[in-house]
């Protein structure tokens, strides 16, 4: 009997005991019919019966088809979530199983990236899931007007001169004005 696939490392059961992995060769087997399974993760199984008679080499090829669509996910600085599970932060490759998920990412001062897909057996998906920034603007004006073109820096990185209005992400940020001929001043913000 032997026994082969277009994946290697399947499980071969006959008659509902586990015999082996791909490839399979076994020349002990006692004449009969025997229903031949062959199992793997991710894949759909394969049966049939097969019949094996004294000194006579009984050959099998059995294509195994893949069961699950592959999904690929970056999440930026975001948490995924699937179907509401978490599932940590970062990019992934996932093996799924066909139907539909719901895929999420979530980061603090940013708005959630949702997107609802079916998967399928077979397909391949690149889902881009980074949260989209809240953002808000901060104006920077400076008195007295000789001081004007002053170097804006907010969490230490120069951002220009003042006047003006920077558009950041929401959160809290350290603002400081530097002028050759003033005092540097600082600010946090919200």
């Known amino acids: 009997q032997v026994v082969t696939l277009n994946t290697s490392d399947a499980d ?7 015999k082996g ?4 060769e076994n020349l002990m087997i006692a004449s009969g019919t025997y229903l031949l399974e062959v199992k793997k993760e991710y894949f759909n199984s394969i049966s ?3 019949d094996i008679t004294d000194e006579k080499l009984t050959t099998r090829t059995l294509p195994m088809t893949s ?3 592959v999904v690929k996910i970056d999440a930026g ?3 995924l979530f699937i179907n509401d599970e978490n599932k ?6 996932l093996k799924l199983k066909p139907g539909s998920y719901a895929f999420k990412s979530e980061a603090p001062n940013h708005y959630p990236n949702a997107k609802e897909i079916m998967v399928r057996a077979g397909d391949n998906t690149n889902l881009d899931l980074k949260p989209i920034p809240r953002l808000g603007s901060i104006a920077v004006f400076v008195t007295p007007e000789e001081a004007k073109n002053a170097e804006i820096y ?3 990185e120069l951002k220009g001169k003042a006047p003006k209005v920077i558009t950041l992400t929401m959160g809290n940020y350290d603002v400081e ?8 001043a600082n600010k946090g913000s919200k």
Request: no cysteine; proline share 3%; hydrophobic share 30%.
């Open 154 to 156: 907010i969490d230490g």
């Open 12 to 18: 071969v059961y006959l008659g509902g005991i586990k």
């Open 77 to 79: 600085i975001g948490t």
């Open 67 to 69: 069961n699950v669509g």
């Open 48 to 50: 049939e019966e097969v």
């Open 88 to 93: 940590g932060g970062g990019k992934f490759e």
């Open 21 to 24: 992995t791909t490839p399979f």
């Open 177 to 184: 004005i530097r002028h050759k001929d003033y005092l540097t």
